[in-house]
């Protein structure tokens, strides 16, 4: 039996919950029984060590929009207090991502693992802000840390470089790591129509945030670079480091020349031990990185096996569960399970 706290009852809290309840007899073929005994949102906490009712917890929280709707629920800012006195196994720390202060979910995290419990997060500020000290205290406090659902979504970029290709050492991570900004191109591509057409459909659909500037600016991408810098290449980066260049300038008529040449334009993320960047690059038409619409892609180049590719959706509270429940059974198996 494993008793989960979800920090963070939003799009993908709820979504990991549903997927919780709808693989639950899946989860017996890795001897994984899965309790939630604690959601906390940011007005309060709906808490039982002997298992939350999932369903009424999804029903009332959408209902009523937090999930002080839960009977005998506490209402305040309990997520300290909750991860620090609430009997978890794992912390799932799925808060909004702050890629300036990593808070709050860089406090969460480290109370987490103080009060010697594992970690499951999908929020990229932490890992941004203090990736190293967030993996030395993990191993100081014999914990568990994993981060898959933070870069790529759906798509297991992390654990394939860390796990598949063990045994490679990988030079350069080249990457399409934003779905936002690869539907933007993709659409002015296909269409020939300008930027801001094309964002202010993007937006209208819920693709495009109301506010987009860390997307289209390339500041997502550069957070996700610094984190494959981390965890892949040994790096101790920070976003600073990142040179970084969006869209927002290109044009059509760009677009166009490109196509005529054989290129596609992507915004691409590299880290390479000497060079980490961001920027709208030429990508050969039917290059592995030249994917369409939201979807990511990375590439590894690499010692052994040279070039590998990975594409998948890089978002979406269902697909993003996927790298959520994969890190729980990664957590499960890593304790003898
Ligand atoms: N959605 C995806 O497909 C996806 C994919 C990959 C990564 N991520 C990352 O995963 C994280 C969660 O994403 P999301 O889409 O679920 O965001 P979201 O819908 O905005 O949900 C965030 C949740 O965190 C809660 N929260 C905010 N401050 C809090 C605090 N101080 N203490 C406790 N709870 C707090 C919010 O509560 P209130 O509602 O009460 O404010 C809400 O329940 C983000 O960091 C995001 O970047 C999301």
Redesign the pocket.
Known sequence: MMKLAL?????????FSRVLLEKAKFLRNYGLTLRVIAA????GAAIDEDGLDIKKLLRLAEKR???TAYPKAKKG???LDVIEKVNADIVFE????NIKTGE??LT?IKKAMLAGRHVV?????PLVVAFRELDRLARRQGVEFRYS??VG?ATPVIGLAKKLLAANEVHAIRGVLNGTTNYILTRMSKEGAPFDVVLREAQELGIAEKDPTLDIEGTDTASKITILANAILGMDAKLKDVKVAGIRRIRPEAIRLAQEAGYTIKLIGVAKRDLLEVGPRLVPLGHPLAVGGTLNAVTFETDLAREVTITGF????R??SS?LLGDLIDIHRSLGG
Do not use: M, Q, W
């Open positions: 920090i963070g009852f939003g799009n993908l809290g709820r979504g906390v949102d940011e007005y929009g937090a999930v800012k309990l997520a799925l808060t909004p991502t709050p979910g969460h997060t999908s929020n990229k500020g659902a933070s979504g890089g978002a979406g509270p697909e993003t790298a």
